[in-house]
């Protein structure tokens, strides 16, 4: 019992040394991770590329702050405006401030959001209630066995109220329950367009309230899409939707009161590992797709037509200084955060390549070091090697601080 208690120590003091010690080379040792910005500008057709302090061309042109700004009149046209720098016009087209608000929006999306908390209860309002702002219910619904509306105050069911709404989602074909639940469950938007559903079959649905009245779309794909996240927005320009983002189909918008999906020009779009920017204004939307060492930038036109494309890579963590130091050091790490969840709990990292083996067998003997010269039998130790053996420096650690006490050659009796 007493050793066995020991080994439960020695495993906590691996899960703490795989978390401090990787911890504090990084915090040591990383350089700070590119992300850079890229936008599109529709004064010369070209990208800008924002990294750090520098605002670069494709082609390692610097631009100032203020040549920066008049590439970009549509993202700095308050600045331009009271400047007094900004165009008139630009491509024909006259520059009026309610049109150029209307028509910019930014969105992200990032692997984190498929590994979040997700909300159970949603509230239903009113899509059509006559009145300037949006009012939240006084009921939320969930969608198990059938489409269910809770009271708040009282956590009663309305059972009127799920009735309606159920029958209406089985006469489109629903089957319960619901897989996916994308919407807005806020008043602070410009109005509400209820939600986008997926079924357990996966089928899309459009699902709102309007005069106290559902109203449900099904809502026909050319081929059947694998949807693993749907975000809904709130543009001014009403364009579309929401995103609907696919295992390995690409990421569509879904048009506004036509239902028609619309492919974003994206190939090879991993949702678990990539992530995805889009900036959009009144000409063009520049889509720019991050992975761990490169990004790929395609600027689209308003019929989504491809203007233009850039990319580049650079080193990855591993394949850096300070990432092979690390690889070769450690064999493993593990964290409580992870960049690709919005979880707390225990994400276990192994290390890329073979080269820890060294530093593992350099432990090891270290370990037989330490334990012949304290004249301990190697054979009541040999747990301990094999624990060093396999996690390296992290077990020599663990074994050393709680030492095994019960392998001591005991002193001859005196007769």
């Not at 994308?182 to 109005?191: D, E």
């Not at 969840?341 to 890329?352: D, E, G, I, T």
Request: net charge negative.
């Amino acid at each position: 019992m007493i050793k066995f208690s020991r080994y439960i120590l020695v495993a906590t003091g691996i899960l703490v040394a795989s978390m401090v010690l990787p911890s504090l080379y990084w915090t040591i040792f990383e350089k700070v991770p590119r992300s850079p910005g890229v936008y599109y500008s529709c004064m010369n057709d070209d990208f800008i590329i924002v990294d750090g302090g520098s605002r670069l061309s494709p082609d390692g042109k610097a631009y100032t702050s203020d040549e920066y700004e008049q590439l970009l009149p549509l993202m700095f046209f308050r600045q331009l405006m009271a400047d007094g720098t900004m165009p008139d016009s630009i491509r024909g087209v006259k520059m009026e401030t309610p049109s150029i608000s209307r028509a910019s929006s930014f969105y992200r999306y990032t692997p984190r959001k498929l590994d979040s908390p997700v909300i159970t209860l949603w509230p239903m309002l009113e899509s059509e209630s006559g009145k300037v702002n949006l009012a939240m219910p006084d009921d939320y619904f969930r969608i198990e066995k059938r489409m269910e509306f809770i009271v708040a105050r009282t956590n009663k069911i309305n059972e009127e109220k799920s009735q309606l709404f159920t029958e209406a989602l089985t006469a489109e074909g629903f089957v319960f329950p619901a897989d996916i639940i994308a919407g807005l469950p806020t008043t602070r938007k410009s109005h509400d367009e209820g939600y986008f559903i997926t079924d357990s079959e996966g089928t899309l649905f459009h699902v709102k309230m309007v005069k106290g009245q559902p109203y449900v779309a099904r809502i026909e794909t050319p081929e059947k899409l694998d949807i693993v996240y749907i975000e809904a927005v709130d543009l001014r320009s009403r364009e579309y939707y929401c995103y609907i983002v696919t295992r390995d189909q690409g990421i569509y918008v879904l048009m506004d009161e036509v239902y028609d999906l619309q492919r974003l020009p994206i190939d090879g779009f991993n949702p678990s590992q990539h992530s995805f920017r889009l900036n959009s204004d009144l000409f063009n939307k520049c889509i720019t797709v991050y992975g761990e060492n490169w990004y790929e930038a395609i600027a689209i036109d308003d019929m989504y037509d491809v203007v233009g494309t850039h990319g580049e890579k650079w080193e990855s963590l591993y394949e850096r200084s300070d990432g092979k130091i690390f690889a070769s050091i450690f064999p493993f790490e593990i964290r409580m955060r992870d960049d690709n969840s919005a979880f707390v709990r225990f994400f276990f990292k192994p290390s890329p390549g073979y080269r820890w083996i060294i530093i593992n067998l350099i432990a090891l003997i270290v370990a037989v070091v330490l334990i012949m010269r304290r004249g301990w039998p190697l054979k009541s130790n040999i747990p301990d090697l094999l624990i060093t053996a396999v996690t390296g420096i992290y077990g020599l650690v663990a074994t050393q601080f709680f030492p095994n006490k019960f392998s001591k050659v005991k002193p001859p009796s005196k007769t």
